[in-house]
């Protein structure tokens, strides 16, 4: 019998000094945490430790009899990778070396002409009565399997490769009878809208339908909100109607029902209607090419870009008039409109996307202040071109500057290239 979503308690543990030293933060979590979104199981504790075994084991300690636990990070090959051990030794078990994973990890560095090394082969020893799941992605496998009345479920730290690792890792609970039944659930992506505007526009839809959960969270690219139905209420039936009045709400916002990315959906626009992009990026320098390109197939619609950041190379490589930079300065209409257009032609594609701005924290003045940016968009129709006004500090507002500018070439590809594709209501959006 699956377990119920009252018996479940899910707890994650994070191993890494660099965690705790604030060279990187912990977006793991959270990934297992959509993961496992669809079947109304909680996380009830997230647990940061350091590459120490003894922290590992204290932690595991603060976890009880029937929990489902995922360890993150220490599968690695250097000696600080020490949650294998750590796990060993919490369950009295051995390690012993897994013939199946350790030929995989000799054929991985085989095919790269690379010896393999003691370290490599370190990855291939398991805890006693854990399993191990091909990594997708990278060399550490995945383990799960239970010990000590627990069901612990192993995950490397590189976020590319636990992300990877997730869809056979529930699976393997869902074969388990670990996680209580899917409940019936939608999900939204979305861009250009700022997380209190959308949860703002739902109120009412929230009120109307109380037995309906509703999560929302930032992702790379926007917004991301879940509507789950209760279990033993009529959400079921609520989940339906709410449906049709979030989508009426969100309109074009949304870029996707599913787990894809933002560049994933204009990449699959971009092939189906056999249209090649190019980019003009001044204060991105090069970011939107490089989201644009992340996918492999990239190639069969993206063209190349122009890395315009001083105005002699947007006059000199796109071509922007000089009295335009003189007269309207580089962060303005007609500069982004020359630039994508320039950019166009120059490179030869069917759509170019142009962006300009003050991303900070100086440079800014009493009409053009830090986070005011330029985005245009050139067609073989028409030039648009829109203000925005981004509210953060410098990562950010160049973060939301190619969230914005990936996700008006989507909705020129959804809702047609003879028309701009901004509305008023979006975030951030000036008045034209």
């Not at 090419?289 to 105005?311: H, K, M, N, V």
Request: glycine share 10%; charged share 20%.
């Amino acid at each position: 019998m699956p377990a119920t979503e009252e018996s479940m308690q899910v707890k994650i543990i994070v191993v890494g000094d660099e965690l705790l030293e604030g060279r990187t933060i912990d977006t793991n979590s959270r990934r297992i945490q959509q993961a496992l979104g669809g079947h109304g199981v909680p996380v009830s504790l997230i647990q940061v430790v350091p590459d120490h075994q003894e922290d590992i084991v204290r932690a595991l300690n603060r976890t009880g009899a029937g929990d489902l636990v995922f360890l993150s990070g220490g599968l690695g090959s250097t000696p600080d990778d020490l949650t294998r051990d750590a796990v060993a030794a919490w369950a009295q078990v051995e390690l012993v070396a897994d013939p199946v994973v350790k030929h995989q990890l000799q054929e991985r560095w085989r095919k790269r002409g690379i010896k393999t090394s003691v370290g490599a082969i370190r990855q291939s020893q398991v805890p006693r009565g854990l399993t191990p799941l091909t990594n997708p992605v990278g060399s550490a496998p995945g383990l799960v399997g239970r010990l000590r009345d627990r069901t612990l479920v192993l995950l490397p730290g590189v976020p590319q490769e636990l992300q990877g690792l997730l869809v056979p890792v529930v699976k393997w609970l869902d074969d388990q009878g670990v996680l209580p039944e899917p409940r019936p659930a939608l999900l939204w992506r979305t861009a250009q809208a700022a997380e209190l505007s959308l949860v703002r526009s739902c109120s009412s839809i929230q009120a109307e339908y109380p037995n309906l959960d509703w999560s929302w969270w930032l992702s790379d690219w926007g917004v991301d909100v879940r509507l789950v139905s209760r279990a033993g209420t009529t959400g079921d039936q609520d989940l339906a109607a709410a449906e049709r009045e979030v989508e009426q709400t969100f309109g074009r916002l949304v870029y996707s029902r599913g787990r894809e990315t933002l560049p994933q959906v204009v990449q699959q626009l971009m092939l189906d209607r056999n249209l090649t992009l190019a980019v003009a990026e001044s204060c991105t320098a090069g970011l939107i090419a490089g989201s644009l390109t992340e996918q492999p197939g990239s190639s069969g619609f993206f063209r190349g870009g122009i890395l315009a950041y001083a105005d002699r190379i947007k006059t000199e490589q796109l071509g922007v008039p000089v009295a335009i930079l003189k007269e309207k300065g580089a962060v303005s209409r007609e500069a982004v409109q020359a630039m994508a257009t320039g950019c166009r032609q120059r490179i030869g594609t069917d759509i170019a996307v142009s962006v300009s701005g003050i991303s900070g924290p100086d440079g800014g003045s009493s009409d053009k202040p830090v986070g005011t940016t330029w985005i245009a968009i050139a067609t073989g129709k028409a030039v648009f071109a829109r203000q925005y006004r981004f509210p953060a500090d410098r990562t950010r507002n160049r973060l939301l500057t190619v969230a914005a500018a990936v996700d008006s070439v989507r909705r020129v590809l959804e809702f047609g290239d003879d028309q701009p594709p901004w509305r008023s209501s979006d975030s951030w959006c000036r008045p034209s």
